[in-house]
């Protein structure tokens, strides 16, 4: 079942996550982690409840984040700062616009209150790059800082 994790549908993923959950077998773990980095919200929110139900803890900040970003808690995100710019930055790319707009307004106050340069400059290359709607927060920042 746990191989499901990685069926081209993402129905079948998303399921899976949620059947996964309610069995509570540690050893889906680790795929569930990987699932929270799925490019569909719907699987990586299922993927969170079911690590919620099976009793795990996110080990760091970027598996934190991750988690963060699944249940689209994206303050909590902020609060940890620069270890969630690279997760934040991955979720511009995902295709819920929401997702899209919230991850750009945290990178945006995460930028705006960083004092590391390669943060910053970072942060200005995703500017140019992206296309996502809601970006101005982040510009903001950017322009704050």
Request: with cysteine; hydrophobic share 40%.
């Amino acid at each position: 079942m746990i191989n499901a994790l990685r069926d081209k549908n993402f129905y079948v993923r998303e399921n899976t996550a949620e059947a996964l959950g309610q069995i509570g077998d540690t050893r889906a773990v680790k795929p569930l982690i990987n699932a929270l980095e799925d490019k569909y919200n719907d699987v990586r929110k299922d993927a969170a409840e079911a690590l919620e139900k099976i009793g795990w803890e996110p080990k760091n900040d970027i598996e934190r984040v991750k988690y963060y970003i699944a249940n689209q808690e994206y303050d909590k995100c902020i609060q940890i700062g620069d270890p969630a710019i690279e997760p934040l930055i991955n979720a511009l790319g995902d295709n819920n616009l929401v997702v899209r707009e919230k991850a750009a307004e945290a990178l945006g106050q995460i930028v705006g209150k960083t004092k590391d340069k390669s943060v910053r400059q970072k942060a200005e290359k995703v500017l140019e790059s992206s296309r996502v709607l809601g970006v101005k927060h982040m510009e903001d920042a950017i322009t704050e800082f």
